[in-house]
C-alpha cells in the first residue's frame, strides 16, 4: 500500500525558505497527478500546488511566483520549494493525489511556521 511522508517543515522568519518532501513507499508519480495541500489553523484545506503525469504545474494565485514543485519520479518524491515566506502561509503541509485525493494516502503532514 503506498504511504505517504511529508517532511522538511519547521519555523522560519518572513522572508525565508524551506524545502518540503513527500516520499511516497510506492511508484505513483507517473500515474498520478499529485498536489501539495495546507490547512491553516482556521481555516479549510485548500490545494496550493499541482504537478501532473506530464509535469505540468500549477499554483494557488496565493503562492504563484514563490513556490515551485518538483517531483523525482526515480526516488518517488514530490517536492515544494517554498521561497519569500509569509506568516500567512502559516500552515500544516500535506501531499497527496490530485484532482481526487486519496483517503488513505494522508500523512501526518509538515508543519510550516513562518513568524518574527
Known amino acids: 500500500q503506498v504511504q505517504l511522508v511529508e517532511s522538511g517543515g519547521g519555523l522560519v522568519q518572513p522572508g525565508g525558505s524551506l524545502r518540503l518532501s513527500c516520499a511516497a513507499s510506492?511508484?505513483?508519480?507517473?500515474?498520478?497527478?499529485m498536489a501539495w495541500f495546507r490547512q491553516a489553523p482556521g481555516k479549510t484545506r485548500e490545494s496550493v500546488a499541482v504537478i501532473t503525469t506530464s509535469g505540468i504545474t500549477r499554483y494557488a494565485d496565493s503562492v504563484k511566483g514563490r513556490f515551485t514543485i518538483s517531483r523525482d519520479n526515480a526516488k518517488n518524491t514530490v517536492f515544494l520549494q517554498m521561497n519569500s515566506l509569509k506568516p500567512e502561509d502559516t500552515a500544516v503541509y500535506y501531499c497527496n493525489t490530485f484532482p481526487i485525493a486519496v483517503q488513505e494516502y494522508w500523512g501526518q503532514g509538515t508543519q510550516v511556521t513562518v513568524s518574527s
Open positions: 510506492g511508484s505513483i508519480y507517473s500515474v498520478n497527478s
